[in-house]
């Protein structure tokens, strides 16, 4: 929010949120509403409203639909199959179909892979990694660690045992500080031998992706499970 003249040409002013009178913060949250959900996206901190503002709908959507973390990742598998490291990881694949019943398998990319009737399971992301199978599920938003996204890679487990590593890669902060809110949603996902990667890890998802395990059992001793 501008905050008037400023002598320093290269400085913005801000006014704080709590400096507005309240029919000032109601008119602003009225903009912000209308101007969310176009070409804008909204992110209301306590200090202050952002708007992010996009050349187009694809580009606002690859943003707020989440599919940029699902890309990243995508992206760092590619650098891994590439680089040759200690692993040998074949060419990933996104948007893999596991179909439990009939169809095995099928790396369908497009809406053909959502237009199966038979009930599977879709993955963001999917390589081999030796002679194992890693799994990433990408989530972005308070809602990344629900139920249906661990229980999906839980049956992937399931299906597929100790041959799969899964990994939950989300841009949330904090979730492996035990003190956190979600602590026992992360515990969850530890017992199901899930990694989780939290916001501050992004950098550093290649070294995750090329030693999940060894990434699990340091998670699991930080939450006092036995590793």
């Known amino acids: 929010i501008n905050g008037g003249e400023n002598p320093n040409k290269n400085t913005e002013v801000f006014r704080p949120l709590g400096d507005l009178s309240q029919s000032e913060c109601a008119l602003l949250r009225e903009l912000c509403d209308t101007l969310s959900g176009r070409d804008f996206i909204l992110n209301e901190g306590k200090e202050r409203f952002e708007l992010c503002l996009f050349t187009s709908e694809e580009v606002r959507s690859f943003f707020w639909g989440g599919r940029w973390l699902e890309s990243y990742a995508f992206d760092t598998v590619c650098r891994l199959h590439e680089a040759g490291s200690t692993w040998r990881y074949t060419s990933p694949f996104r948007n893999v179909l596991l179909e439990w019943n009939g169809i095995e398998f099928s790396g369908l990319e497009k809406m053909e892979a959502r237009d199966l009737v038979r009930p599977g399971n879709e993955l963001d992301v999917a390589t081999t990694r030796g002679a194992r199978l890693l799994v990433c599920e990408c989530k972005t938003g308070t809602n990344a ?17 100790t041959f799969a590593d899964k990994v939950l890669v989300t ?20 017992t199901l031998d899930i990694t989780v990667v939290q916001a501050s890890q992004l950098p550093t998802l290649d070294r995750i992706l090329e030693n999940p395990e060894i990434e699990l059992r340091t998670q699991k001793r930080l939450f006092g499970l036995a590793a």
């Open 145 to 161: 660690l629900d139920p249906e996204h661990l229980y999906k890679l839980q049956v992937i487990g399931h299906k597929l045992g």
């Open 171 to 190: 841009d949330q902060p904090n979730l492996l500080n035990p003190r956190h809110a979600r602590g026992q949603t992360v515990v969850r996902a530890l």
